[in-house]
């Protein structure tokens, strides 16, 4: 081999195996819905509403109310997220510390592969990411239906050319109970066992998976919450079902193939990141960092930071279409 060749294979490696690198993809395997939600939070909070306040051709007031509808439910998942998520990733934490203390030995012996430890099987870390991903999912409707609530809130004081209303002040409070009983339940459970050793194949799948059934049942909630609203404009409310439809929709499907695509194509970069930390005990966490940030970015660059644009100017056009077929009937 060539000295040119070595010192390349060598700088190659040193970026896959840099501290700073490591460091981060540990620390989202272990904490992914917080990773996924506080991605929401910046975008929903930046990258979106200055998307939306580019479109051209738009009403201004439909362009405030997504503005606001955007920080709303960003600030609102962030939220909520961290109440379930935080708990639940803390129990997994404890229960990877000392799983014969948490988990049975039937639990132990079921989810361990033969020749491996606990830590490092395979259906132990997709049943470790699996609940850890999950409160995303399950904190889903509540999320949707006080991001919806606290829309015209945020508007007041984002655009507060309108008399402030009171009333829509909404205090969070931290879930203060342990979850390690819960959690130690979902593990211990023979159902939930059988599920993993079925699907673990999968693995590198969780997150996109859990965005896009989160993505369906945020947007589904959020149009029934928007449309019963009693505090959002009437004329308001079809421009924000229809952008939420419209963009909920298509960061589905391109999303998915996104995801499908880009994961094909660095079958290669995984490869040689696992060469280049071969020997490192928390390879296994260093992959489910990657496996997480993959989707997570993909969905959150086309929902948050593509689609705005499109989908602003696609509802506001719809919404008039709309107006105009049923004042002519």
Sequence with gaps: MKISEINKNISFQGALNNKFLLKSLKTIAEHPATFTAGTALVMSSIIRPAAISLTPK?????????????????????????????????????INKNPQEFLNKETIKNLKEEGKELLNSKNYNFASQLIKNAPNLISAIPKSVIGVALIPFVNSILFPQKPEKKGNDLTFKGIK????????????????????????????????????????????????STKKSKKIEEKR?????????????????????????????????????????????????????????????????????????????????????????????
């Design 237 to 329: 409310k079809n421009p924000l079902i229809y952008n939420k439809l419209f963009t909920t929709a298509i960061s589905m499907l391109f999303g998915f193939k996104a995801d499908e695509l880009i994961q094909k194509s660095t079958k290669s970069f995984i490869e040689k990141f696992k060469q280049a930390n071969i020997n490192n005990p928390e390879l296994k966490k260093y992959i489910q960092g990657i496996n997480i940030l993959r989707p997570t970015l993909i969905f959150a660059l086309i929902y948050y930071g593509f689609l705005p644009v499109i989908s602003t100017f696609v509802a506001d056009k719809a919404d008039k279409i709309g107006y105009k077929l049923n004042k002519n009937n």
């Design 177 to 224: 109970n342990p979850m390690n009983e819960p959690v130690q339940k979902i593990f211990n459970s023979s159902s939930f066992q059988n599920f993993v050793k079925k699907h673990s194949a999968k693995d590198s799948n969780i997150t996109r998976d859990i965005t896009l059934l989160t993505d369906g049942l945020l947007a589904l909630t959020s149009v029934i």
């Design 58 to 94: 738009t009403d201004k007031e439909n362009k405030k109310y997504a503005i606001s509808d955007s920080i709303s439910s960003g600030l609102t998942k962030f939220l909520i997220a961290e109440a379930f998520a935080l708990p639940v990733e803390n129990a997994v934490k404890n």
